[in-house]
């Protein structure tokens, strides 16, 4: 999933939007997204980051600190930068209560209260996959973002 060039320990922002995205935006986000990344500083010096955009619904900012560290506002810059994009498109991509799991091969998303309701009648179970995003590492992106409900936080929360 991720460049065998970017280390484990890279730092990893996952946002995911509201809804799935149309071709035209998902051309227009890797376009913005490409030119945010080659102009993202920490403290005046290039940030080496990168990015992916995952199933038309989630965008990952990557940023490799072995050399220059995301700072305070670095953070804010690519959370403003996230917001405006979002704005552009219309889509909300700071929603932390909308969960994004598999049903089968299908990727859904569904409202914290409907994910509830989905858990209690057990078409969510404890072997739905769900996402994640709060890994925070290239590594954790590649094991602890997909996983199954019984080995979540989403489970711990309901």
């Not at 804010?76 to 598999?102: E, P, T």
């Amino acid at each position: 999933m991720i460049a065998s060039h970017i280390p484990p320990g890279a730092r990893v922002w996952i946002y995911q939007a509201d809804r799935f995205l149309n071709p035209e935006e998902t051309a227009l986000v890797r376009q913005e997204t490409e030119r945010f990344v080659l102009t993202w500083t920490s403290h005046n010096a290039p940030l080496p980051a990168t990015f992916l955009l995952k199933y038309d619904l989630f965008l990952v900012l990557i940023a490799d600190e072995a050399d220059v560290k995301a700072g305070g506002c670095s953070i804010d810059k690519s959370v403003h930068f996230v917001q405006a994009l979002g704005k552009k498109i219309n889509v909300n991509f700071m929603n932390r209560m909308l969960f994004a799991y598999r049903n089968g091969d299908e990727l859904k998303l569904a409202p914290r209260q409907e994910f509830e309701s989905l858990v209690a009648s057990g078409i969510v179970h404890d072997d739905t996959l769900v996402f994640n995003n709060l890994a925070d590492t290239a590594e954790a992106l590649e094991t602890q973002w997909e996983v199954p409900f019984k080995m979540s936080w989403h489970k711990q929360l309901i």
